[in-house]
């Protein structure tokens, strides 16, 4: 008995062969071989051939890259621009004529010794003083008009070269008094000083 099933498994192998394609050849098939039981990793390298392969069956992107042939050349498109569009990272505004946001410049991008006074302040002039007499040893607290100062604004008074020896102009902190520059006239002398009126130097940072 056991003689016989080499012979039997031969002649079920030989009639799947005979019947190929046909109804009764595909149902010998799954029978021998289950479907669905081949895939990827029990073909061998170059085992399929084109023969196998459906006609019409394969994308573009199952061929290596470069093997296809390239199509013709399609007509130019129309032109393309970039106005109106939102410029960003360190710009501002829209192309084609953005400008630098705010905060973009750090002090490691700015020139040595390039930097003017107007690049910094936001006001600069000159304005008339006239400080009154001081006391010995005291000081005046006086202020100046200059359009456009605001609370809580910097600023810096510097006098003209007449102001009288002894004297001295120390800066004040403006919290709130608009449109004024506030600083103090002191004297350090033992006997009072009477100064003469000047275009005194401001500027105003923010």
């Given at each position: ?8 498994l031969?002649?079920?192998?030989l009639a ?22 081949v895939?990827?990793a029990?073909l061998r390298?170059?085992a399929?051939?084109g023969a ?14 470069g ?9 130019p498109?129309?032109a393309g621009?970039?106005e ?6 360190d710009?501002?505004?829209t ?12 002090s ?9 006074l107007?690049?910094?302040a936001?006001?600069?002039?000159q304005v008339?003083?006239?400080p009154?007499?001081?006391?010995a040893?005291a000081?005046?607290?006086?202020s ?7 609370p809580y604004?910097r ?6 070269q ?7 102009v120390?800066?004040?902190f403006?919290?709130?008094t608009?449109?004024r ?7 350090a002398?033992?006997?009072a000083?009477d ?7 401001y500027v105003v940072?923010?």
């Amino acid at each position: 008995m056991l003689r016989r099933v080499p012979f039997v498994l031969s002649c079920a192998a030989l009639a799947v062969a005979l019947a190929g394609a046909t109804g009764i050849g595909e149902a010998a098939q799954e029978l021998v071989l289950p479907r669905d039981s081949v895939g990827t990793a029990q073909l061998r390298d170059g085992a399929v051939t084109g023969a196998k392969v459906k006609d019409r069956s394969l994308l573009a992107r199952d061929f290596k890259q470069g093997q296809l042939p390239r199509g013709p050349q399609g007509p130019p498109g129309p032109a393309g621009t970039i106005e109106g569009v939102a410029a960003g990272g360190d710009l501002a505004g829209t192309y084609p004529s953005p400008e630098l946001a705010g905060d973009a410049v750090e002090s490691a991008q700015v020139k040595d010794g390039s930097l003017l006074l107007a690049d910094t302040a936001v006001l600069g002039g000159q304005v008339r003083v006239n400080p009154p007499s001081v006391a010995a040893h005291a000081c005046l607290s006086l202020s100046a008009p200059v359009r456009g100062v605001e609370p809580y604004d910097r600023t810096l008074v510097l006098p003209t070269q007449n102001l009288s020896s002894g004297l001295f102009v120390t800066q004040m902190f403006n919290t709130n008094t608009p449109d004024r520059v506030l600083f103090r006239v002191c004297n350090a002398m033992a006997k009072a000083f009477d100064t003469q009126a000047g275009a005194w130097a401001y500027v105003v940072w923010r």
